[in-house]
């Protein structure tokens, strides 16, 4: 008997290593040729709809030094060969934003903050050939990227866009519809200020604005800042302050031309498609000759 077991124990112990061996002896996989490395993106496209680079262009008053930057940017570019033109970002700066100069990357959505002008030729190289972020300079501070294309600072209230395609009466807006509902209620110019603040930047967005809604965005903005219990009330109130404020011309632009300069508001957009369309309609066709 005991017998037995030991030639079963020892069949067992033969049909493991042959199963062990025969898995060594597995043919060995074939060899899949490595991809091809894929072929080097450029940072962003020199031809794309939105420029690679802007820089501020504040008004007066500013000193931050943006335009010595802009000069050394354009500069470090032409030594580089890379052909990226030089935008422009939209910038409410009263002079004391303390961010400036500052540098907008719209391809990619993201800021660098005060920027030294000899650095420059960093950007270009390390930036814009190589891909790589500077994380000195990158604006990573939650409290003013509100969104990828929007600069804003709480306490100067400057207001920038990463470039000319971003509409500042849409931003105005956007700031609202983040706000609204939230006031707790307890006084009335936050409470009604943001209800009727919002409707009136719906209407100007919407290509129904008129003056008395802007004026009245003006005057509720500053009520809300000066005559509310909290600050809730002046920080939802300030960005929508600095949008009119500096960027008047396209708020009127949106109610006096039912134009968006930036091409964002649809139904604007949408307005003056069909009024174009109209007025193609409207010019008379030329008679053809001999009749
Ligand atoms: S300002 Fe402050 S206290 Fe007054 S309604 Fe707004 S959130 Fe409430
Ligand atoms: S200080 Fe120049 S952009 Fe603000």
Not at 25 to 38: G, I, N, S, T, Y
Not at 64 to 86: D, K, Y
Not at 176 to 201: A, Q
Request: with cysteine; glycine share 8%.
């Amino acid at each position: 008997m005991l017998a037995r077991f030991k030639e079963l124990a020892r069949d067992i112990q033969d049909k493991a290593r042959g199963s062990i061996k025969k898995t060594h002896e597995e043919p060995a996989p074939k060899v899949v040729p490595l991809r091809r490395p894929a072929p080097e993106r450029s940072f962003c496209d020199p031809n794309g709809k939105r420029p690679c680079i802007t820089v501020c262009a504040p008004g007066e008053g500013c000193g931050c030094g943006c335009e010595e930057l802009r000069q050394a940017l354009e500069e470090a570019l032409e030594r580089s060969g890379l052909e990226i033109a030089v935008g422009k970002a939209k910038t409410g700066c009263p002079g004391s934003c303390a961010m400036g100069p500052f540098v907008g990357f719209p391809q990619k959505g993201f800021f660098y903050v005060n920027v030294d002008p000899r650095d420059a030729g960093l950007i270009v190289e390390e930036t814009l050939r190589r891909g790589k972020l500077l994380f000195p300079y990158l604006s990573v501070n939650p409290a003013r990227s509100y969104r990828q294309d929007i600069l804003y600072d709480r306490t100067t209230g400057m207001l920038a866009a990463i470039d000319e395609q971003v509409c500042m009466v849409e931003v105005a807006k956007y700031f609202l519809d983040f706000e609204e509902g939230l006031s707790c209620g307890k006084c009335v110019p936050c409470r009604l200020g943001i209800k009727r603040m919002h409707e009136s930047l719906g209407r100007i967005v919407e290509g129904a604005g008129t003056m008395e809604d802007l004026e009245q965005i003006k005057v509720l903005a500053h009520t809300m800042i000066y005559a509310a219990h909290c600050q809730f009330a002046m920080a939802s109130s300030r960005p929508v302050l600095s949008a009119v404020s500096f960027f008047e011309d396209e708020f009127l632009a949106h109610i006096q031309e039912q134009q968006c300069p930036a091409g964002v508001c649809e139904a604007l957009v949408e307005i003056q498609r069909k009024k174009a369309f109209r007025e193609r309609m409207a010019v008379p066709k030329k008679k053809k000759k001999g009749k």
